[in-house]
């Protein structure tokens, strides 16, 4: 098995989830229980089953409880914590910034992921295995109605750009952006380095997609993407997405379950 413990994990998890605001009045979305686990335990279990070492969490809203609940170490993930004092009024593109100190201090490989995600396993060993050291996983099955959806634009395995409109308005779409990513440390270093410059002149309320995108333009990094092939996942933004999500987090569950774990998932808000 290739050897993870090099690399760093980064999730963000500092919103509060207005979309969900009924069920999050009290805490992160990421803690809410799906399968007899919360969404991000889910998360870390496969991460440690994996081989890796290293997790960063951005925490802004209810942090004080994130931070309780999952402490500084799961099972044999070290946990670093970064807070967005400013997590109401920016965007996620901001907390990936927060995390350049992190970083810089050990730069390494990066597994960069959003901590409202529940997905097949294999989409993990998709992005890990993927020849290219820069990629995205997309979702070439993903519905193509006129909701307003991030896309990857590309072809031929490599991403263009990153666009949040209605499918009908865009060419050359790769699929939906799934929000799993493995970067490069020279691709961090390069993205770091961009974002002193963009946040000073733009402000700090672009969505790391923007970023991520407006780099693509300026040519400085190569992106390439890795298609989901048909393979399940959920962003949990909506009451509809828990019934999906139980399904994936039993997928999870039964490729690393826990030790004497023999339960089947149940969703509990």
């Given at each position: 098995?290739?050897?993870?413990?090099?690399?760093?994990?980064?999730?963000?998890?500092?919103?509060?989830?207005?979309?969900?605001?009924?069920?999050?009045?009290?805490?992160?979305?990421?803690?809410?229980?799906?399968?007899?686990?919360?969404?991000?335990?889910?998360?870390?279990?496969?991460?440690?089953?994996?081989?890796?070492?290293?997790?960063?969490?951005?925490?802004?809203?209810?942090?004080?409880?994130?931070?309780?609940?999952?402490?500084?170490?799961?099972?044999?993930?070290?946990?670093?914590?970064?807070?967005?004092?400013?997590?109401?009024?920016?965007?996620?593109?901001?907390?990936?910034?927060?995390?350049?100190?992190?970083?810089?201090?050990?730069?390494?490989?990066?597994?960069?992921?959003?901590?409202?995600?529940?997905?097949?396993?294999?989409?993990?060993?998709?992005?890990?295995?993927?020849?290219?050291?820069?990629?995205?996983?997309?979702?070439?099955?993903?519905?193509?109605?006129?909701?307003?959806?991030?896309?990857?634009?590309?072809?031929?395995?490599?991403?263009?750009?990153?666009?949040?409109?209605?499918?009908?308005?865009?060419?050359?779409?790769?699929?939906?952006?799934?929000?799993?990513?493995?970067?490069?440390?020279?691709?961090?270093?390069?993205?770091?380095?961009?974002?002193?410059?963009?946040?000073?002149?733009?402000?700090?309320?672009?969505?790391?997609?923007?970023?991520?995108?407006?780099?693509?333009?300026?040519?400085?990094?190569?992106?390439?993407?890795?298609?989901?092939?048909?393979?399940?996942?959920?962003?949990v933004n909506h009451q509809d997405d828990f019934h999906n999500a139980a399904e994936i987090a039993q997928l999870m569950r039964a490729n690393c379950p826990p030790p004497g774990d023999t339960t089947a998932p149940?969703?509990?808000?």
């Open positions: 098995m290739t050897d993870f413990a090099h690399f760093q994990v980064i999730i963000l998890a500092a919103g509060c989830s207005r979309r969900l605001a009924h069920l999050t009045a009290d805490k992160p979305k990421s803690l809410l229980h799906i399968g007899g686990k919360s969404i991000i335990e889910h998360t870390l279990n496969l991460l440690e089953c994996k081989g890796f070492r290293r997790v960063c969490f951005v925490v802004g809203y209810r942090r004080e409880l994130f931070m309780q609940t999952l402490g500084n170490r799961h099972g044999s993930l070290h946990i670093d914590y970064v807070i967005s004092e400013d997590f109401a009024t920016t965007e996620h593109g901001w907390s990936l910034y927060l995390t350049a100190p992190v970083w810089r201090r050990d730069p390494a490989p990066v597994l960069f992921m959003d901590a409202d995600n529940l997905f097949d396993p294999g989409l993990l060993d998709l992005a890990l295995a993927a020849p290219n050291d820069n990629v995205s996983l997309v979702d070439d099955t993903m519905n193509r109605d006129d909701r307003e959806e991030e896309w990857v634009i590309g072809a031929n395995g490599r991403v263009h750009a990153l666009a949040r409109a209605r499918y009908s308005e865009l060419v050359d779409v790769a699929g939906g952006f799934v929000g799993i990513n493995r970067f490069s440390r020279a691709f961090m270093q390069t993205l770091f380095e961009f974002m002193d410059s963009f946040f000073d002149s733009h402000g700090r309320t672009f969505k790391y997609e923007r970023v991520i995108d407006a780099l693509l333009q300026s040519g400085s990094v190569t992106l390439h993407y890795a298609a989901t092939e048909g393979r399940p996942w959920v962003n149940m969703i509990s808000a």
